[in-house]
C-alpha cells in the first residue's frame, strides 16, 4: 500500500475535472444527445480533492448520478499523471463487467482523444486465484488413473471439455471465461492453486493464465478487483502485518458499493471448521477407498516411478505412504466422526437446521467445556497425521527425490498443499479454543445427513471489523473513496464510519450526499395504509391476512409490473399462495424467488420481458435490481425491513452494543433497516423516463415512535396516506393520466 506524501504528487484541478464532465466539456463533444449532470460533476471535483489531499470520503451517489465514470476520470489521471496506482473494488460482478467492458474502454478513448501523446491508461481485472486454470495440473489429471475412478462419467466429460477449452487461445483462462462451467471438483482438479505452483519452474509459465494476469496487473494504472479479493488482503496481514498481499501494491482505493464493507470484511476473516472441509481435505489427501487417489495417492504414484541410486529411498518412502500413513488418516477420520456426533447430538434439532451461538454463559456450560475436549483431541491426531506426512516430504527432500525427480516434485507440492490446509484448520481449533470475548463463536448443524452424520461446522468471527480494517485498510492508504448509492442513515453516515473504522481516521472522514437526479415529486407516489395491522401482533396473523387483500388490490390497479418485497420466504409463500391463481386468471403472470427455483439472474430476465408480472421476492430482491421503464411500475414493502437477530454474529454485536450501555435497536437495527428500506424504494425510479409508486403496508412508519425517522429518509415523492382502495385508485389515475399528452406506455 503507500507511502506517498503531498509533496511527492502533481495535484488535479478539481473544476477541470467537473468541468470535463460538464455541457461543453469534451465527453459532451464527443458524445451526441449527452446530458450532464450536476452532482456527476460535484462527486468528481471531491474524489480529486480527496487524491489530492490524502483524504477518506464517503460519497452517496443515488441512482443516476453516474457515479462510476465520477470516481473512474479523476482516477485515471491522477494514476496516470502521478505513475501511481488506484484499486477500484466493487461486490457484484455485473459491475466489475460494466467498468471493464464499458466504463473503462470509454475512458480511455476519451483521456487519449484529448492528450495523444500519453501512454495509454492501463487497466486489468483480477480476480481469486483459484478461478484461475493451471495448464500443468490439468496435465498431470490425465495421468491419474486413480482420477477417472473417483470422478462420475459427467465429469470427466467435463475434464476433456476443460482440456479442449484450455487449447484455446480467446479468453484469458479464467474459470468465468467458460462457457458452460465445468463441475467444481473437476475445476479443483485443475485451477491455479498458490502450493501447487512451480512458479517460473514450470514448463507452461509463459502461458499461465495468472501470472499473464499477475504481470498486467503489476504495470497496471487500475486494478479491479471484487470486495473478497481486496480483503483476502486484511485476512492474510491480519496474523502477518509485513506479509506479500495477494494483489499487488496499490496507493489510493476506491471502494464501490461499499454498504457492504462490513459484512464482506466479517466473511473474509471468519474461520470455519466442518466436517464437510475436513472430508474434502482428508479424501483429497489420501483416497481411503481408491488406491493412487488423492495427493498421496500421486506421490506414490510418482515414487514407483523412480529408478537408479534413488529406486531403495523411494520404494522406502512409499511403503511409509502405503502401510503407515493409512492408520493415521483413520485416526483422524475416527476423532473428527467423534467431534461431529458430539456437535451434532448437542447442538441440534432432528430434521431441522440449526444455528447456536456459544454466547458466555454457554462458554462455562458442561456442553461446550465437553465439546473443547473433543476440539482437542481432533487437534492432536491431526497435528499428528501432518507432522508424519511432513518427514515423508522431508525425508524425500533430503535425500534428493524432489530435485532430481520431476514427477515427484510436482505430486510434493501436492502434498504440502494440502498439509498447508490441514494446518490452517488446525489454526482454527486454536482461534476457537481461545475463547477470545472479540471473537463470536457459533455452531452449525444442517437437517440433512451425509455420510451417516449431519453437516456439522465451528465457526469463529470478529465480532467487530472496524480495528483490522483501519489498521490494515484505511489507514496504508494515501487515499479512500467509499461510495453507494446508499451509505447514510436516517441522513447520518455515522453507522457506517462505526462499523467500518472510519470513525478512527485522522483527518477526520468527509461524508458527502448528493442530490438525487429524479424529480421523485413528479415521477413517484409514495404510499402509506397506517389501517394495516400491526406485523407484531398476534404473530403476524391479521397483518398476512390483510396482506393478501391489499397486494391483490394493489397490484391490480397497476396491471403488474409489480414487485413485492417480503422479510422472509416464510410470509411470502404464505401471501403468494392464495393469491397466484386469482392473477392468472387476470391476466398478469406471478413469479415468485423460490430458495433452489431459476436463478436471480434468470427470474429478473423473465420479469423484465414479460409486462404484466407479478415478482413475489426478498433478500437480494431489495437492492443491486435495475428494471428501468415498465416493466417496473409499483413496489410493494410489505413490512419494514428489520433483521431479526437470529444469526450468531448479529446477536453477538448486539450484546456488545448492550455491555457498552447502547441501544442495540436504535445503534444497530433500526438504521440497518432504514437503509434496507431506502434500497427497496430504490428499485422504482431508475430514469428520467420511470414512473411508479411505491407503497408500505406495514403501519409502524406512522405509529412507531421511530416511524417518522423512515419516511424522513426517503425522497419527496407524491406522498399518499389512506386506505388501500384509495391508494389503489391514485395508482390508477397515475398510470391512466394523460396530461403529458403521451401514451401512458411512453412515460412510463
Known amino acids: 500500500m503507500s507511502d506517498l506524501r503531498s509533496g511527492d504528487l502533481q495535484p488535479l484541478e478539481p473544476n477541470s475535472i467537473a468541468q470535463f464532465l460538464g455541457e461543453n466539456g469534451p465527453l459532451a463533444q464527443q458524445m451526441s444527445g449527452y446530458e450532464s449532470r450536476p452532482s456527476q460533476q460535484n462527486m468528481a471535483a471531491h474524489v480529486a480533492m480527496a487524491l489530492n489531499r490524502g483524504d477518506a470520503i464517503c460519497i452517496e451517489a443515488p441512482t443516476g448520478v453516474g457515479k462510476s465514470l465520477a470516481y473512474l476520470l479523476p482516477s485515471a489521471i491522477w494514476a496516470k499523471h502521478n505513475a501511481r496506482r488506484i484499486l477500484i473494488a466493487t461486490r457484484t460482478i455485473n459491475l466489475q463487467r460494466q467498468l471493464i467492458d464499458k466504463d473503462l474502454p470509454r475512458l480511455v478513448e476519451m483521456l487519449n482523444h484529448e492528450d495523444s501523446d500519453d501512454d495509454p491508461l492501463r487497466y486489468v481485472e483480477l480476480v481469486g486465484r483459484s478461478n484461475y486454470l493451471c495448464h500443468q495440473r490439468l496435465e498431470e489429471a490425465f495421468r491419474q488413473p486413480a482420477l477417472k475412478l473417483e470422478l462420475s462419467e459427467e465429469q470427466q466429460q467435463d475434464l476433456w471439455r476443460l482440456k479442449a477449452w484450455s487449447l484455446r487461445e480467446d479468453h484469458q483462462g479464467r474459470r468465468q471465461d467458460l462457457d458452460e462451467a465445468p463441475d ?23 502461458r499461465c493464465p495468472y501470472f499473464r494476469s499477475r504481470n498486467k496487473a503489476n504495470t497496471a494504472d487500475i486494478l479491479v478487483v471484487n470486495h473478497a479479493l481486496m480483503l483476502a488482503d486484511v485476512a492474510l496481514k491480519q496474523g502477518e502485518p509485513k506479509a506479500e498481499g495477494v494483489l499487488p501494491r496499490w496507493d489510493a482505493a476506491i471502494v464501490d458499493e461499499a454498504h457492504h464493507l462490513e459484512a464482506e470484511a466479517t466473511r473474509a476473516l471468519t474461520v470455519e471448521i466442518s466436517s464437510r472441509q475436513l472430508n474434502r481435505h482428508l479424501d483429497r489427501l489420501l483416497h481411503p477407498r481408491i488406491a493412487g487417489a488423492g495427493d498421496l495417492g500421486k506421490l506414490d504414484l510418482a515414487f514407483g516411478g523412480v529408478s537408479g541410486n534413488l529406486e531403495d529411498k523411494a520404494h522406502a518412502l512409499s511403503n511409509r505412504i502405503v502401510e503407515d500413513l493409512p492408520e493415521w488418516m483413520a485416526s483422524v477420520r475416527q476423532a473428527s466422526e467423534r467431534l461431529w456426533q458430539q456437535l451434532a447430538g448437542t447442538y441440534g434439532e432432528p430434521e431441522r437446521s440449526e444455528q447456536v451461538w456459544v454466547d458466555e454463559g454457554r462458554r462455562v456450560g458442561p456442553e461446550w467445556l465437553s465439546t473443547l475436549e473433543y476440539l482437542e483431541e481432533f ?22 527425490l524432489i530435485e532430481h525427480e520431476p514427477y515427484v516434485e ?59 480494517l483501519h489498521q490494515l485498510f484505511f ?40 442530490p438525487s437526479p ?18 407484531r401482533d398476534d404473530g403476524g396473523q391479521h397483518h398476512t391476512q390483510a396482506l393478501i387483500s391489499a397486494v391483490d388490490q394493489l397490484t391490480r390497479s397497476a396491471s403488474g409490473g409489480t414487485l413485492v418485497l417480503f422479510t422472509s420466504f416464510r410470509a411470502m409463500n404464505r401471501v403468494y399462495e392464495p393469491l397466484a391463481s386469482g392473477f392468472v386468471a387476470a391476466g398478469l403472470t406471478p413469479m415468485i424467488q423460490a430458495r433452489k427455483g431459476p436463478s436471480r439472474a434468470a427470474l429478473l430476465q423473465r420479469f423484465r420481458q414479460t409486462k ?4 413475489f421476492a426478498t433478500d437480494s430482491f431489495w437492492e443491486g435490481i ?52 431506502r434500497q427497496g424504494y430504490g428499485r422504482l425510479i431508475r430514469r428520467q423516463t420511470d414512473r411508479g409508486a411505491v407503497v ?28 388501500v382502495g384509495f391508494i389503489s385508485s391514485e395508482i390508477q389515475r397515475l398510470f391512466r393520466s394523460d396530461l403529458t399528452g403521451q401514451t401512458s406506455d411512453e412515460r412510463l
Open 184 to 206: 467444481r471438483r473437476v475445476w479443483d482438479e485443475a485451477n491455479a492453486d498458490a502450493d501447487n505452483c512451480a512458479g517460473p519452474k514450470c514448463s507452461y509459465f509463459d
Open 379 to 400: 487437534r492432536v491426531v491431526l497435528e499428528r497425521l501432518v507432522a508424519r506426512v511432513k518427514t515423508v516430504l522431508d525425508d524425500a527432500e533430503h535425500h534428493g
Open 410 to 468: 510436482q505430486a510434493a507440492r501436492g502434498v504440502a498443499s494440502r498439509l498447508s490446509r490441514l494446518a490452517a484448520i488446525m489454526e482454527a481449533v486454536r482461534a476457537v479454543a481461545q475463547g477470545d470475548e472479540s471473537i463470536c463463536t457459533w455452531v452449525e448443524v444442517g437437517s440433512v445427513p451425509t455420510r451417516g452424520h449431519r453437516y456439522t461446522a465451528i465457526y469463529a468471527a470478529p465480532i467487530a471489523v472496524d480495528e483490522p
Open 475 to 514: 489507514a496504508p492508504n494515501w487515499a479512500t473513496v467509499m461510495t453507494s448509492a446508499t451509505l447514510a442513515a436516517d441522513r447520518r453516515f455515522d453507522l457506517l464510519l462505526a462499523r467500518t473504522g472510519l470513525a478512527y481516521q485522522r483527518p477526520a472522514a468527509v461524508t458527502l450526499a448528493l
Open 518 to 535: 429524479f424529480d421523485h415529486a413528479e415521477q413517484a407516489i409514495l404510499g402509506v395504509v397506517p389501517q394495516m395491522p400491526d406485523p
Open 612 to 615: 404484466n408480472a407479478v415478482l
Open 626 to 677: 435495475d428494471i428501468p421503464g415498465d416493466s417496473l411500475r409499483l413496489v410493494v414493502i410489505t413490512k419494514l425491513p428489520f433483521s431479526v437477530p437470529t444469526e450468531p454474529i448479529a446477536m453477538a454485536r448486539q450484546e456488545r452494543l448492550r455491555q457498552q450501555g447502547k441501544n442495540p435497536f436504535f445503534e444497530l437495527s433500526l438504521p440497518q433497516a432504514i437503509l434496507r428500506l
Open 696 to 723: 408500505i403496508l406495514d403501519p409502524r412508519v406512522e405509529t412507531a415512535r421511530y416511524g417518522r425517522r423512515f419516511l424522513n429518509s426517503l425522497p419527496p415523492a407524491r406522498r399518499l396516506r389512506g386506505e
